[in-house]
């Protein structure tokens, strides 16, 4: 597996986002077998892996660190603060009542010694601010997570779904090396600003739902059921009339994939890769058979002509749907 930078930080070409594994899309699979292939996992390359104190909550946290505790010292974990968790909510997280937001100096030093134990480490790698609180001065976030680092417990500093003045106000109390957001190719929004932003500053974009929540893949349509508690259902770019609205990318994902040899998930993560070197997405799996597939995106080398014609003939197919309910998108771009 090749690798890349996020800032200073050296990780695999491709993460891991494990939040699926424990919310959002339905029952939680069997726990050993989620051990099993976080590990197999860093048996094919990857270094580089996703949580947060709200998948679950917390159990997320829990079974990566049992998984990657054999791998302490190889691999990066990332994880996140930001909001203030009531274990009592709806587990499958992420509908109608988000939890509330809470970056209170005080929240996020409770929340990285929780971390610390859950994941069974020393120091955290990564830490992201979840999502912006608008409560919260981001220097005073910013500041809090210098005093971390400074003692210790936590090695790099990151933000989610921020704004590029955010970025720049927290990037002056203390560097950033990752920015978190939506990217793919039916969710371009990181174009209008935030890329120039990063590359100007020297910071990573850690691209989550590189896939489109698995849209991107081809095996979801119009036809397409959901289980109960998978939040799919709730999202209106997931509506049966959305899907079939959709179906143009996927179609144009496959028609390039089929001269590739290549399957339009492989596709879709190949073309992110190639947008900038210091992109690395976090796409999520529950199956043996799709964690090699989208492994393999990373030896996929598409052209120059292959690259452009892709960006504009999907620039060209109006996405249906927007990624969030209201409520949850305005927590974004802050």
Same mark, same amino acid.
């Given at each position: 597996m090749q690798k890349r930078q996020l800032g200073n930080l050296e990780v695999s070409a491709i993460g891991f986002g494990c939040m699926g594994m424990s919310m959002a899309y339905g029952p939680s699979p069997d726990r050993h077998a989620m051990i099993a292939?976080?590990?197999s996992a860093v048996e094919q390359g990857v270094t580089f892996f996703d949580t947060a104190e709200v998948y679950g909550p917390f159990?997320?946290?829990?079974? =990566?660190g049992e998984a990657? !505790?054999?791998?302490?010292?190889? =691999? $990066?974990?990332?994880? @996140?603060?930001?909001f203030a968790v009531d274990p009592a909510r709806d587990a499958a997280g992420l509908k109608a009542a988000p939890a !509330?937001? +809470?970056s209170r100096p005080e929240h996020i030093r409770q929340v990285v010694e929780a971390?610390?134990?859950?994941?069974?480490?020393?120091?955290?790698?990564?830490?992201?601010?979840?999502?912006v609180d608008p409560e919260v001065p981001i220097e005073e976030v910013a500041g809090t $997570? @210098? +005093?971390?680092?400074?003692?210790? @417990?936590v090695q790099h500093f990151g933000l989610s779904e921020a704004a590029p003045r955010t970025i720049r106000r927290a990037h002056a109390v203390q560097p950033v090396s990752a920015v978190q957001s939506e990217y793919s190719l039916w969710t371009r929004n990181p174009e209008h600003g935030l890329l120039a932003t990063l590359e100007e500053l020297g910071i990573g974009l850690v691209p989550y739902s590189p896939l489109g929540r698995g849209f991107l893949t081809g095996t979801i349509d119009a036809s397409t059921t959901f289980t109960p508690g998978d939040f799919r259902n709730s999202l209106p770019r997931f509506t049966p009339e959305a899907r079939s609205g959709n179906q143009g990318l996927i179609d144009l994902l496959a028609g390039l994939g089929a001269a590739q040899k290549a399957s339009p998930a492989q596709v879709a993560l190949a073309w992110l890769l190639a947008q900038k070197p210091w992109i690395v997405p976090i796409p999520g799996t529950r199956k043996?058979?799709?964690l090699e597939e989208n492994l393999g995106a990373a030896g996929l080398?598409?052209?120059?002509? +292959?690259? !452009? !014609?892709l960006s504009d003939a999907a620039a060209r197919i109006p996405v249906q749907g927007d990624r969030y309910p209201e409520n949850l998108e305005r927590m974004t771009g802050r």
């Amino acid at each position: 597996m090749q690798k890349r930078q996020l800032g200073n930080l050296e990780v695999s070409a491709i993460g891991f986002g494990c939040m699926g594994m424990s919310m959002a899309y339905g029952p939680s699979p069997d726990r050993h077998a989620m051990i099993a292939l976080l590990r197999s996992a860093v048996e094919q390359g990857v270094t580089f892996f996703d949580t947060a104190e709200v998948y679950g909550p917390f159990v997320n946290e829990e079974l =990566v660190g049992e998984a990657l !505790a054999p791998f302490r010292g190889q =691999v $990066v974990i990332a994880t @996140k603060f930001g909001f203030a968790v009531d274990p009592a909510r709806d587990a499958a997280g992420l509908k109608a009542a988000p939890a !509330a937001l +809470d970056s209170r100096p005080e929240h996020i030093r409770q929340v990285v010694e929780a971390s610390l134990k859950r994941l069974r480490v020393d120091r955290i790698d990564l830490l992201y601010q979840h999502r912006v609180d608008p409560e919260v001065p981001i220097e005073e976030v910013a500041g809090t $997570v @210098k +005093d971390l680092i400074q003692a210790g @417990k936590v090695q790099h500093f990151g933000l989610s779904e921020a704004a590029p003045r955010t970025i720049r106000r927290a990037h002056a109390v203390q560097p950033v090396s990752a920015v978190q957001s939506e990217y793919s190719l039916w969710t371009r929004n990181p174009e209008h600003g935030l890329l120039a932003t990063l590359e100007e500053l020297g910071i990573g974009l850690v691209p989550y739902s590189p896939l489109g929540r698995g849209f991107l893949t081809g095996t979801i349509d119009a036809s397409t059921t959901f289980t109960p508690g998978d939040f799919r259902n709730s999202l209106p770019r997931f509506t049966p009339e959305a899907r079939s609205g959709n179906q143009g990318l996927i179609d144009l994902l496959a028609g390039l994939g089929a001269a590739q040899k290549a399957s339009p998930a492989q596709v879709a993560l190949a073309w992110l890769l190639a947008q900038k070197p210091w992109i690395v997405p976090i796409p999520g799996t529950r199956k043996p058979e799709r964690l090699e597939e989208n492994l393999g995106a990373a030896g996929l080398r598409l052209s120059a002509a +292959d690259l !452009a !014609a892709l960006s504009d003939a999907a620039a060209r197919i109006p996405v249906q749907g927007d990624r969030y309910p209201e409520n949850l998108e305005r927590m974004t771009g802050r």
